[in-house]
C-alpha cells in the first residue's frame, strides 16, 4: 500500500457517483440523472459486490421529481487478499424480476399498484405441431374426428412477472373469459407489456415443449400516462395482433389427390 492510503474505515466512507448525461443538447452534457452509494455499502455485500443491478437515477435536486431513467452496473470494492469474483453473462427476458433488483436512493418510494389484464378469448389461433408431434395430438386427443389439434393458452408478461390463463383443449378459436393479476411497483423502469398465444404440448419428456403460437406487445403510454394530459390506466377491450414464426409444416389439402 501507498503510504497516503486512506485506512480503510475512511474509504468505506468515500461515495461514488453514477451519471448519466445528454450530449445533445444545447447545454453540453447536460444532466439527466444520477445515483450515488457508499463504497462500504458494496464491501459488505456477498462477494464485495453488486451484480447486474439496476440504478433508480433522479434529480439530486429536486429527489421529489421522480425517477428519470435507470442505469444497470457491476461494481466490485476490492482490499488487499480479496478475490475478484466471476461475473455472470448478462440475461435479458422475461424471467428477470427487474423490481426486486432495483436500488434506489433513500426517500424515492415507489409505490403498489395491480395490472389486471381481461382475457376474453382468441380467433384463428393456428396448428403449431408437425408429423410425429402432430400424431401424437391426435393419439390423446379425447375426440376422434374434426379435431383442432391446438390447445392454447394465453400468458402475460411485465417487469419480471408472468401470469397465465387456463389451457382450453382442442379449440382454434378459444374462449377464456379470465381475469389475470400482477402485482406491480409505480413508476416502473419496464415499457411495455407482452401479450402471447402458447399451444400446449402433450407428449412426454423432452418432446413435451409447449410451442410458441405469437407474441404481441402493449405500450404502457397506451394504457395510462402521468401529468395534467395524462389519462386513466385503461386500454381496450379490444383485439391485439400477434405474430410468430412461419409455422414448421406445410398445409395440404387433404382432398387434393
Not at 1 to 15: G, I, M, N, Q
Not at 76 to 85: A, K, Q, R, S
Amino acid at each position: 500500500l501507498r503510504k497516503d492510503t486512506p485506512p480503510a474505515s475512511e474509504v468505506f466512507d468515500l461515495v461514488s457517483k453514477q451519471e448519466v448525461c445528454h450530449s445533445r443538447t444545447l447545454r453540453k452534457d447536460s444532466l439527466v440523472g444520477s445515483f450515488q452509494f457508499d463504497l462500504g455499502m458494496i464491501y459488505l455485500e456477498d462477494g464485495h459486490a453488486i451484480v447486474h443491478k439496476w440504478l433508480l437515477l433522479t434529480d439530486p435536486n429536486d429527489a421529489a421529481s421522480g425517477p428519470k431513467g435507470y442505469l444497470k452496473v457491476s461494481v466490485m470494492v476490492l482490499g488487499p487478499g480479496d478475490e475478484p469474483i466471476r461475473l455472470p453473462k448478462v440475461v435479458m427476458d422475461d424471467k428477470c424480476d427487474i423490481e426486486s433488483n432495483l436500488l434506489r436512493p433513500s426517500g424515492v418510494q415507489l409505490q403498489p399498484a395491480t395490472l389486471t389484464v381481461k382475457v376474453f378469448k382468441c380467433e384463428e389461433v393456428p396448428r403449431m405441431d408437425v408429423g410425429f408431434f402432430q400424431g401424437l395430438k391426435s393419439l390423446f386427443s379425447r375426440k376422434k374426428e374434426d379435431v383442432d389439434l391446438v390447445d392454447p393458452y394465453v400468458e402475460i408478461f411485465f417487469a419480471g412477472k408472468k401470469v397465465k390463463t387456463k389451457v382450453i383443449d382442442e379449440n382454434s378459436n378459444p374462449e377464456f373469459w379470465q381475469k389475470l393479476n400482477l402485482g406491480v411497483k409505480v413508476p416502473s423502469m419496464c415499457d411495455r407489456i407482452r401479450v402471447r398465444i402458447v399451444d400446449r404440448d402433450k407428449g412426454f419428456g423432452a418432446i413435451n415443449q409447449d410451442d410458441v403460437v405469437g407474441t404481441s406487445y402493449i405500450p404502457v403510454s397506451q394504457i395510462s400516462a402521468p401529468g395534467e394530459d395524462g389519462f386513466l390506466p385503461l386500454f381496450g377491450p379490444c383485439f391485439v395482433n400477434l405474430y410468430g414464426a412461419p409455422r414448421a409444416f406445410d398445409v395440404t389439402d387433404e382432398y387434393d389427390y
